[in-house]
Nanobody, 123 residues
C-alpha cells in the first residue's frame, strides 16, 4: 500500500498564493509519475499538473504560467506552487501517484490518491 498525505490547502484572496505538498510513503512500491488533480463543486475531476521522476512536467492550459509543480524524489514528495489564484481555482485538490510493484517476478502498475485538500479562492 502507498499512503499519500496532502497539506497546504486553505482560504486565500484572489491574486494570492498557496503551496500544496504531498508526501508518499509505503514499502515495496516504486513511485513513478506524480501529479495534482482538482474537482470543483458539481464538476468532474480534472488534471492540474503532472511530473515524472526525471522532472518532465505537464500542465492544464488553465494553470500554465501560474502554477508550478516540483518534486523531491528522495522524499517522495510532490509540491504545487499556486500563484495568481483565481476564484475558478476553487476546488478540492488531490494528489496522485503512479506506482509499480512486483509479485513473483511480474510487474504491475497501480495508481494511488490522496484524501484531498480544499483550496478556496474568495474575497
Amino acid at each position: 500500500q502507498v499512503q499519500l498525505v496532502e497539506s497546504g490547502g486553505g482560504l486565500v484572496q484572489p491574486g494570492g498564493s498557496l503551496r500544496l505538498s504531498c508526501a508518499a510513503s509505503g514499502s515495496s512500491f516504486r513511485i513513478n509519475a506524480m501529479g495534482w488533480y482538482r474537482q470543483g463543486q458539481g464538476k468532474q475531476r480534472e488534471l492540474v499538473a503532472t511530473i515524472t521522476t526525471g522532472g518532465s512536467t505537464n500542465y492544464a492550459d488553465s494553470v500554465k504560467g501560474r502554477f508550478t509543480i516540483s518534486r523531491d524524489n528522495a522524499k517522495n514528495t510532490v509540491y504545487l506552487q499556486m500563484n495568481s489564484l483565481k476564484p475558478e481555482d476553487t476546488a478540492v485538490y488531490y494528489c496522485n501517484a503512479q506506482t509499480t510493484y512486483s509479485i513473483l517476478g511480474n510487474s504491475y502498475v497501480a495508481p494511488y490518491w490522496g484524501q484531498g485538500t480544499q483550496v478556496t479562492v474568495s474575497a
